[in-house]
């Protein structure tokens, strides 16, 4: 994945991000921010994951945990 690949994917889930969640992140409760900040994280990580599967190997769509390679 490119950087700016990774810069537009990273601003979609922002965009995407729900109201709540954005109330949260400003939070002075700090359990609350916490929550908010890992929910952030796991949208951030569940589009990179994608994203990275999406754009393996086209043959088998897989990339080789053993060895790394494509």
Known sequence: ???NELVVLVGDV???TPAWLRRELSSTD???RQRAEAALTAMIAAAVSSAVRSSADPVNGLVSRSTGIH
Do not use: G, S, T
Request: overall charge neutral; cysteine-free; aromatic content about 0%.
């Open 1 to 3: 994945m490119v950087e």
């Open 14 to 16: 922002l965009k995407r």
């Open 30 to 32: 700090d359990a609350m």
